[in-house]
């Protein structure tokens, strides 16, 4: 380690005295032994910059990635067009350098931002109103079933099957030291099965949460969910991808409590999942409970306009046994990147990436079942992405196609052992005719091997 340190023994000696230390190893007494590495680490020496960079672009060669590869592949992380103007703009020196708004008088530039980007979910969703932003998807539909708990001071949540199973895990993780019971429910041609809900739910059931489209792809029906979580006095939680609000209702329009999801597809690059950005807005009743914080508009002594921090309930400030959430920051740049997308793509650019998603995935759709080799797995209406189901080896066909240049599906057995065969494949507007035939063309080789 002190190898790569770039200060002088002095220095280091130094430092250490400072904090009682002896040693650099001192500092890492805690950790037992048996996990310590005992050898260097696998590193070369140093090198010359050129050589460098030679030597560690021909490790980055090996990773295989969708500016390369044609990408079918979704489960959560989408390959959307980025308009290259948003690179330009979030680079800028006063948003990618900075952390954290703590003083709003000379934050203005960065607070107006996230006022912004509040205000830009909150029309997406259909909600009064939204957060600073949380860590991503699976934490922010984690946060609104603890929010949910205490808004209705019940411990019981329902959560679909056909949530993201990474989401799920993540709640789990979050519930089970605050004493709440998550219950999965089945699901029925994909969606929700409402009969199960119905036979599930009751006075003690603080929330509902769903996903629209689901990680299968399936268009869930909100409003019968929403009248029957509402008839037992619950919340719902709808976790959707943001995309598909340019061409769907809004979940705020349905019944939806709470609105989160991943805003990665809002010129987010998929880069080895992650940072990414989670989105989270709710209703005015709720409003005080969410967790994070909010940047509100305001005017100065003047009547200058202005924006300030405002309801956060965050632990590290004063009455920490109060707070609501123990999120400690926000994904100010991500979220910024989120506005920008958005601002450049306009109400009717995000129109039209919604609208070539879903029919550029319809006719894959139809292409792979016309080939004989593929049978849908589920027959409700699908967004960007559908399952199939196959005889060929899933393990093979990815294996094989990206042998050709082509990032296949997710295969669902990994997370779904009763859909044994099924695959999961996700289509957006950087799509083409030409790629989209070309896969179909490939498989029906890989078939006849």
């Known amino acids: 380690m002190s190898n790569y340190i770039p200060n002088t023994e002095d220095v280091k000696k130094n430092m250490l005295a400072e904090i009682g230390y002896s040693s650099i190893e001192e500092l890492f007494v805690d950790i037992p032994d048996r996990v310590r590495l005992e050898r260097k680490l696998n590193i070369k020496g140093p090198m010359a910059e050129m050589d460098l960079m030679r030597y560690m672009k021909g490790l980055a060669s090996s990773n295989k990635h969708g500016g390369e590869y044609?990408?079918?592949?979704?489960?959560?992380?989408?390959?959307?067009?980025?308009p290259s103007a948003l690179g330009h703009i979030i680079s800028r020196t006063e948003f990618y350098t900075s952390y954290t708004p703590y003083q709003p008088e000379i934050s203005q530039g960065t607070l107006q931002a996230i006022f912004e980007y509040q205000t830009m979910i909150c029309e997406l969703t259909g909600m009064d109103t939204a957060n600073a932003s949380m860590y991503d998807g699976a934490t922010a539909?984690?946060?609104?079933?603890?929010?949910?708990?205490?808004?209705?001071?019940?411990?019981?949540?329902?959560?679909?099957?056909?949530?993201?199973?990474?989401?799920?895990?993540?709640?789990?993780?979050y519930a089970r030291p605050q004493g709440v019971s998550v219950t999965e429910l089945g699901y029925k041609d994909g969606s929700v099965d409402l009969n199960t809900?119905?036979?599930?739910?009751?006075?003690?059931?603080?929330?509902?949460?769903i996903q629209t489209p689901n990680f299968f792809g399936v268009i869930e029906d909100l409003e019968s969910i929403a009248g029957i979580a509402h008839q037992n006095k619950a919340l719902l939680i709808v976790s959707v991808d943001p995309i598909s609000l340019a061409l769907l209702k809004p979940p705020g329009e349905l019944g939806a409590d709470i609105v989160v999801g991943e805003g990665q597809a809002l010129g987010n690059p998929l880069n080895f999942g992650g940072p990414y950005v989670g989105f989270f807005a709710t209703t005015k009743k709720l409003m005080r409970r969410m967790p994070g914080r909010i940047v509100g508009e305001t005017t100065d002594n003047v009547g200058n306009r202005g924006f300030v921090l405002t309801l956060q309930t965050r632990e590290q400030h004063i009455r920490r046994e109060k707070a609501t959430s123990n999120i400690c920051t926000n994904q100010a740049l991500n979220a910024l990147a989120v506005t920008v997308y958005l601002s450049l793509m306009g109400r009717e650019g995000l129109g039209e990436v919604a609208e070539q998603s879903l029919q550029k995935a319809h006719y894959l759709h139809d292409k792979l079942i016309d080939t004989g080799?593929?049978?849908?797995?589920?027959?409700?209406?699908?967004?960007?992405?559908?399952?199939?189901?196959?005889t060929i080896s899933i393990e093979k066909l990815n294996s094989r196609l990206l042998e050709k240049g082509i990032i296949g599906g997710y295969p669902l057995e990994k997370a779904y052992p009763d859909l044994k065969g099924g695959w999961l494949l996700a289509v957006t507007e950087k799509r083409t005719r030409q790629e989209m035939d070309a896969l179909v063309e490939t498989i029906g080789g890989i078939a006849n091997e």
């Open 70 to 82: 044609t990408c079918f592949l979704g489960a959560g992380a989408y390959d959307h067009y980025i």
């Open 197 to 209: 809900l119905e036979q599930s739910i009751d006075n003690e059931t603080a929330a509902v949460v």
């Open 141 to 173: 539909v984690a946060e609104a079933i603890l929010m949910a708990c205490q808004a209705t001071r019940r411990e019981k949540v329902l959560v679909a099957g056909s949530l993201n199973p990474e989401y799920k895990q993540v709640s789990y993780t």
């Open 373 to 390: 080799l593929f049978t849908p797995v589920f027959k409700a209406p699908f967004f960007k992405e559908f399952a199939l189901k196959t």
